[in-house]
């Protein structure tokens, strides 16, 4: 497929523009190496003029109304459908992840569009009958939003639709890995009509135009995918300039297995879940607490359903692909090692297979204590590490003693011990019998504890992107 984005290009104010500094990245595809295309260099200069660009299209966006902004976010995600299979493929070149259908981020749009004329404000009781007391809830003005590469198109719409339904303009940093179907997405914006200005990407390295982002003086709200550590950093950027914002980061999300599962439905998911783009996934189930009457049972099918994973490039029919990079990948066999050195046991996996490509086998560890590191820290590849139980009380504390918080699930035929669980994770997802939020539909996603705050997917996060103004009229 030849790529819709040009060579050496950023999409600022609606049209693609070359970084000030004339640099430019070059993005690989993680399967086989080769460059893909490269991407300018931005720095706080370019970020100024994205910002600037943005400041300039908020009042037209903002004061168009709610009923037109969905109106043309509606037609944005009528094109995003009609190149749904460009932009899923664009996504597995430079992600590695194996293609699996056309892209669904048209839903998210058309499912935000529908709340932009819905942002209420209310009533207010006063002491006297020619007073009048009300609120409006208003947009910040321009929305930064820095996004990783595992997942862009999912993050970057998940962001944006929210903040330009309530009236806000934005933009995108993507990952210097994976900018390609964020530029794609935002110069679709514009062919489907929305002003040129309300969403621009601006492309480059964290240190320089990721850090001009929450720093710039005319961003009002902030929002950021990632690591807990860039997290931190971002947050005491906008401390500086009392910016509020959404941090969802990081992950070590367990998956419990109890005595009475069903392990014909939990061992497929839990592998499935692991495998998905090579275990990129921030929340991934990366931890198997197993009850001690089914652990060997249940460590024996995930090695023999780990083993038949088919891995490989995105083109082809495989189950797993690459993971990001090489730095990702020497970042994942350093867990393996450290896994080892702490005294788990290997059961399957742990190897990167020979030839092209940056890829790592599914791994699976036992005999895990939940101190070591590779029960503790978030990997963000393909490895699982089972820890056994003996009760309720015991998974429940295993499953929360980690810095993280983002998502869990309990595999159980007992309704009481899935209420227990339901309400005992402390996890922003907690998932029974399942895994995933599929199937259900405006589920909010976000953190507790080091997995961050705020949320995005439902429609309430729309108001997390606004702010409430106080009216009182006098009429006497």
Avoid at 220 to 230: I, L, Q, V
Avoid at 279 to 292: D, E, H, S, W, Y
């Amino acid at each position: 497929m030849e790529l819709s984005v040009p060579d050496g290009r950023m999409f600022v104010g609606g049209e693609w523009v070359a970084a000030r500094g004339g640099e430019t990245i070059a993005v690989l595809d993680p399967a086989t190496g080769k460059v893909l295309r490269h991407v300018p260099r931005g720095t706080a200069e370019d970020v100024d003029a994205a910002v600037r660009a943005a400041h300039e299209a908020f009042p037209v966006w903002r004061d168009l109304g709610p009923t037109r902004r969905g109106e043309l976010m509606r037609a944005w995600a009528a094109a995003c459908d009609a190149a749904g299979a460009e932009l899923a493929t664009t996504e597995s070149m430079e992600v590695g992840r194996p293609y699996k259908g056309p892209s669904r981020v048209g839903a998210t749009l058309t499912y935000m569009a529908g709340a932009a004329d819905k942002v209420l404000g209310t009533t207010l009781p006063t002491n006297r009958t020619d007073m009048l007391g009300l609120t409006l809830r208003e947009p910040y003005g321009v929305c930064g939003c820095i996004v990783p590469w595992n997942t862009p198109a999912t993050l970057m719409i998940g962001e944006v639709a929210p903040a330009i339904a309530a009236g806000n303009t934005v933009v995108v940093k993507p990952a210097e890995d994976a900018p390609l179907t964020c530029l794609r997405l935002a110069a679709l914006a514009v062919e489907a009509g929305i002003p040129p200005g309300v969403v621009n990407v601006v492309t480059g390295y964290g240190p320089e135009a990721g850090a001009a982002l929450p720093e710039h003086p005319l961003v009002r709200y902030m929002a950021f995918t990632g690591s807990p550590e860039t997290g931190s950093a971002v947050m005491r950027a906008c401390a500086r300039n009392l910016v509020p914002l959404h941090l969802e980061l990081g992950g070590k999300s367990p998956q419990v297995v109890m005595a009475d599962a069903d392990l014909d439905r939990a061992v497929p998911t839990i592998v499935r879940w692991l495998t998905t783009n090579a275990g990129q996934v921030c929340f991934a189930g990366t931890r198997l607490l197993v009850q001690r009457p089914v652990r060997d049972e249940v460590v024996d099918r995930v090695a023999e359903a780990m083993r038949a994973v088919r891995i490989g490039p995105w083109f082809e029919n495989v189950d797993m692909g690459p993971l990001i990079s090489a730095k990702q990948r020497e970042r994942v066999l350093g867990y393996v090692a450290a896994g080892l050195a702490e005294g788990a046991r290997l059961v399957t996996g742990g190897g990167a297979p020979p030839g092209a490509g940056f890829f790592v086998e599914p791994t699976l560890f036992d005999q895990v204590d939940p101190g070591m590191r590779i029960a503790q820290e978030e990997i963000f590849g393909p490895v699982l590490s089972a820890v056994t139980f003996d009760d309720a009380a015991e998974a429940l504390r295993i499953a929360n003693g980690t810095r993280y918080g983002l998502a869990a699930s309990v595999w159980t035929a007992n309704v009481s011990t899935a209420v227990r669980f339901a309400r005992g994770l402390e996890a922003g997802q907690v998932y029974v019998n399942t895994y995933g939020p599929a199937g259900a539909v405006g589920t909010p996603f976000g953190g507790y504890r080091g997995s961050g705050f705020g949320r995005t997917g439902g429609a309430e996060t729309i108001l997390e992107r606004t702010q409430v103004k106080s009216i009182v009229i006098d009429g006497s």
